[in-house]
């Protein structure tokens, strides 16, 4: 397998980093040089550099450097997104068995959903969304139910800077459509994608709600237009919010 290139100063953190927590949380700056082959000048930058972000923490009274705040709260957020999967998969697994239509598990991620999770549908043709696949918020319901509760400065945020690009003949392309819908998205508590991401696809989503009155998620079902009739889209309509919120209540706990 090819090497793939990588970014010198970024390599020499992350050994910095490695380095630290083997050694017992507690490094000499003497011990990083030799470890790493550095001059102290190069090495001085990194380390201020690292601190300032949070990456590394220095004692004032022995100068040894340990592992910052900011990798702590960086792994809770890792441990958090994982427990919430444990969480919500047998919620995903009764809407599989009830729809027999593919549903999907999406958090917010760098202005993106980022689907965590999804049960295919044992139909042939069918939605597809692996996990740690990307998708814009702005043309997808999975998107759109976390970005109507995002609060207040998120959402403005991503409306005034959204690409807007049309992919389909139904995609919403501008601040002011994608603003009224996600009011709307708000009253009813659920999202569509009408052949909005692709044509020939619908989607329903509704969001996850922790305690601190932050989305945390969205679940979403999704199926091809032709087998998605206007019974089946009002079933979907009341199955998920219904799912979401008792998904919510379950997460209540949780700030």
């Known amino acids: 397998m090819e090497q793939k290139k990588t970014n010198q100063s970024i390599d020499r953190a992350v050994h910095i980093l490695n380095y630290i927590a083997e050694n017992g949380n507690n490094a000499r700056l003497m011990d990083i040089c030799q470890a790493l082959d550095l001059k102290k000048s190069t090495l001085h930058g990194i380390l201020a550099t690292m ?13 040894r450097y340990s592992l910052g705040i900011k990798l702590f709260e960086l792994g809770k957020i890792y441990e958090e997104s994982f427990s919430l999967g444990a969480v919500i998969r047998p919620t995903l697994e009764r809407l599989s068995a009830e729809f027999k239509e ?3 598990l999406g958090i917010l991620t760098e202005q993106s959903v980022l689907y965590m999770d999804q049960i295919e549908s044992p139909y ?3 939605v597809a ?5 990307k998708a814009p918020l702005y043309c997808t319901a999975l998107g759109k ?3 109507a509760f995002s609060d207040d400065e998120m959402q403005e945020a991503y409306l005034e800077k959204a690409p807007y690009t049309r992919l389909t003949e139904n995609t919403l392309c501008t601040a002011a459509d994608l603003r009224q819908e996600l009011k709307e998205i708000r009253r009813t508590y659920w999202a569509i994608d009408n052949e909005e991401a692709e044509s020939g696809l619908v989607c329903i989503a509704a969001p996850v709600i922790n305690g601190g009155g932050k989305v945390i998620a969205a679940i979403g079902i999704s199926g091809p237009k032709h087998r998605t009739d206007e019974a089946a889209l009002n079933a979907w309509k009341d199955a998920i919010p219904a799912a979401a919120r008792d998904l919510s209540q379950t997460m209540r706990f949780t700030r």
């Open 102 to 104: 593919s549903v999907h």
């Open 51 to 63: 601190q300032v972000h949070g990456l590394i923490m220095q004692d004032p009274d022995t100068t």
């Open 145 to 147: 139910a976390i970005l």
């Open 129 to 133: 969304a692996q996990a740690g696949h």
């Open 124 to 126: 042939s043709i069918r």
